[in-house]
């Protein structure tokens, strides 16, 4: 599977992505992003992570994402 993403992904820059699709290590980007989405009237919003490190995504979402949403 791995392969597959990567030699579909060949052509694509990591530049060419940030037009449709949120890419940030800074969690406090998707926090605001997502408070953004949420004030425009949105129910449902799906995270998504494309890499491997589910575990560590999950982590960082449940720790640094959410938590100031459920605040607000």
């Known amino acids: 599977m791995k392969a597959q993403f990567d030699e ?3 052509f694509v ?3 060419d ?3 449709s ?3 940030s290590s800074e969690t406090s980007l998707f926090t605001d992003r997502i408070a953004q989405l949420l004030a425009l009237g949105f129910e449902g ?3 998504h992570h494309a890499g491997v490190e589910q575990r ?3 982590g960082a979402v449940g720790t640094h ?3 100031p949403l459920a605040r607000s």
């Open 56 to 58: 560590e995504f999950i």
């Open 21 to 23: 699709v949120l890419v």
């Open 13 to 15: 820059r990591p530049e």
């Open 8 to 10: 579909a992904a060949r």
């Open 65 to 67: 994402v959410l938590p």
């Open 45 to 47: 919003i799906y995270l």
């Open 17 to 19: 992505m940030h037009d």
